[in-house]
Antibody, heavy 120, light 106 residues
Framework: QVQLVQSGSELKKPGASVKVSCKASGYPFSTYGLNWVRQAPGQGLEWMGWINTNTGKPTYAQGFTGRFVFSLDTSVSTAYLQIRSLKAEDTAVYYC?????????????WGQGTLVTVSS | IQMTQSPSSLSASVGDRVTITCRAGQSMSNYLNWYQQKAGNAPKLLMYAASTLESGVPSRFSGSGSGTDFTLTISSLQPEDSATYYCQQGNISPYTFGQGTKLEIK
């Protein structure tokens, strides 16, 4: 069965970096794009962008350029989200999510989420 | 594209018919998707292309609409439907979500 399994919670100090992983299984990894979605505490869902798992090309939503980096390791079917120069406002749950049909752009499978807490 | 859901929250009884509305800032045909998120869990896809039920989702959920106005309906509310519901436009990047509708069971 399709699964997206993310790495565990992280506690980081302001200015540090964090790398969240999303390991896919149960389907051909390069077939579907992987997206990242942020949910700040008590808030709604915010699309951060996606990475083409076939070409490795990332696309970032406005507001997620510069400090945010999407990457892949296709040998282990894993996508990564790195956040540099962490700020308190980066505290959130980060989800990876697969897009089944790019025409309608809906997320059919989600990782369990990774809580990143930024605090001194 | 801004997505606006109404109401922001509602409380209903088991067996009630519940409707949640999502309005898009511009016309988008049927490129509208719905998710259910229970506390502490990842969102779950309920509906895509406005009215297509995702496999495994109970048939009491239905979706309708086109253009700018869309609805998610639960025909007979069940206790396990307590959750926050989000619409999401799949028409154009950035793929924005509504602010959510928190549904509580009386």
């Amino acid at each position: 069965q399709v699964q997206l399994v993310q790495s565990g919670s992280e506690l980081k100090k302001p200015g540090a970096s964090v790398k969240v992983s999303c390991k896919a299984s149960g389907y051909p990894f390069s077939t579907y794009g992987l997206n990242w979605v942020r949910q700040a505490p008590g808030q709604g869902l915010e699309w951060m962008g996606w990475i083409n798992t076939n070409t490795g090309k990332p696309t970032y939503a406005q507001g997620f350029t510069g400090r945010f980096v999407f990457s892949l390791d296709t040998s282990v079917s894993t996508a990564y989200l790195q956040i540099r120069s962490l700020k308190a406002e980066d505290t959130a749950v980060y989800y990876c999510a697969r897009v089944r049909d790019p025409r309608y752009y809906y997320f059919d499978y989600w990782g369990q989420g990774t809580l990143v807490t930024v605090s001194s | 594209i801004q997505m606006t859901q109404s109401p922001s929250s509602l409380s209903a009884s088991v067996g009630d018919r519940v409707t949640i509305t999502c309005r898009a800032g511009q016309s988008m045909s049927n490129y509208l998707n719905w998710y259910q998120q229970k506390a502490g869990n990842a969102p779950k896809l309920l509906m895509y292309a406005a009215s297509t039920l995702e496999s495994g989702v109970p048939s009491r959920f239905s979706g309708s609409g086109s253009g700018t106005d869309f609805t998610l309906t639960i025909s007979s509310l069940q206790p396990e439907d307590s959750a926050t519901y989000y619409c999401q436009q799949g028409n154009i990047s950035p793929y924005t979500f509504g602010q959510g509708t928190k549904l509580e069971i009386k």
